[in-house]
DNA sequence: ATATGTTAGTCCAAAAACTGGACGGTGTCG
DNA sequence: CGACACCGTCCAGTTTTTGGACTAACATAT
């Protein structure tokens, strides 16, 4: 299966994956959501070749993750900017983050420190029910997958699992 | 930059990245959570190559995400199975597919429908703040960088920027 | 007893993706 | 004029991924 192919497959993960599925897209967005908005600069920080970066600026473009837009002429010069779709991918940045910090943070010294504007505090956001507020975990949810998984009777268990 | 190289950066995005950063693992780690444990139906239904398949799951347990649990002997036979690490990807995997129905779900034929065990409600689990329970995006949350990031003057918005 | 099926991989050669570094274009500044 | 900043593209070499064949150890059906 082709990269392409995998954004056509039923199931929203994977589409996802299209789009977030390799070594340095994950790294640019958690870099745009830092303020990080020009090639030069995601170059540097990220060492990656300018190649792929192009490469990957341009398929984040084409997804509308991203959009370019001018901020100077003479010469004409562009900037990467999150679009609506980019910014509702806070919350997975933010989750891999969490998981990130707790698993590989250097001896609780936590490379970013997020602070909750609102209330003041230093915190790390929570999964939870947005009906009942209780937060959910793998344990307290299930869900009815449809066809395309349903269709494969070995998948009875999981918290996704067909009911 | 090598794929290992990654590991070591002094950022919890770029060291999850090292593991989730690539086509197939957040497909794999989805249906792990959807209940499959096998290596023949990880490669039905992902269709992805053997070779691919064996290379991403000796990643994921060299990781700690999955371990190889034996469930027969006559054949020696092993099934893949989430560790407590890997449990508590649980968040981003249901992150990425908010995210995915948003954009990608066809004709609000939402492929997967989860529900909260505990209230009974379908949902999409949210982010909030712990410690307010106020939800939490882009605009309402900073981050202080460390050294690292914070060594990049150009970086001074976003909310992550440094405070 | 032989044939067929199930499951978990490995091996290989071809195709695709990624790499670093040079290069091009367009401007500014001193 | 030379040096620098910025955003890319081009190229040849390396690494990764791919599909399909193949092994191995049993179970089950004929």
Redesign the pocket.
Same mark, same amino acid.
């Given at each position: 299966? @082709?990269?392409d192919e995998i954004g056509q497959m039923q199931c929203s993960v994977a589409r996802s994956s299209a789009v977030l599925g390799? =070594?340095?897209t994950l790294l640019i967005l958690s870099d745009v959501f830092l303020g990080v908005r =020009?090639?030069?600069?995601f170059q540097k920080r990220l @060492?990656?070749?300018? +190649? +792929?970066l192009? +490469?990957r600026?341009q398929m984040l473009e084409r997804h509308d993750v991203l959009r370019r837009e001018q901020y100077q002429s003479?010469?004409v =010069?562009?900037?990467y900017r999150l679009t609506a779709k980019g910014r509702d991918l806070f919350p997975v940045i933010s989750t891999i983050l969490n998981w990130g910090d707790k698993y590989y943070a250097d001896d609780a010294d936590v490379p970013i420190i997020r602070t909750h504007k609102t209330c003041g505090h230093d915190i790390q956001p929570q999964l939870v029910c947005p009906d009942c507020g209780e937060p959910v975990n793998e344990r307290n949810m299930t869900g009815r997958a449809r066809a395309a998984v349903a269709s494969h009777p070995d998948v009875e268990r999981g918290p996704f699992s067909r009911s």
């Amino acid at each position: 299966m @082709k990269w392409d192919e995998i954004g056509q497959m039923q199931c929203s993960v994977a589409r996802s994956s299209a789009v977030l599925g390799d =070594r340095w897209t994950l790294l640019i967005l958690s870099d745009v959501f830092l303020g990080v908005r =020009r090639f030069e600069d995601f170059q540097k920080r990220l @060492k990656l070749s300018r +190649t +792929t970066l192009a +490469t990957r600026l341009q398929m984040l473009e084409r997804h509308d993750v991203l959009r370019r837009e001018q901020y100077q002429s003479q010469p004409v =010069r562009y900037e990467y900017r999150l679009t609506a779709k980019g910014r509702d991918l806070f919350p997975v940045i933010s989750t891999i983050l969490n998981w990130g910090d707790k698993y590989y943070a250097d001896d609780a010294d936590v490379p970013i420190i997020r602070t909750h504007k609102t209330c003041g505090h230093d915190i790390q956001p929570q999964l939870v029910c947005p009906d009942c507020g209780e937060p959910v975990n793998e344990r307290n949810m299930t869900g009815r997958a449809r066809a395309a998984v349903a269709s494969h009777p070995d998948v009875e268990r999981g918290p996704f699992s067909r009911s």
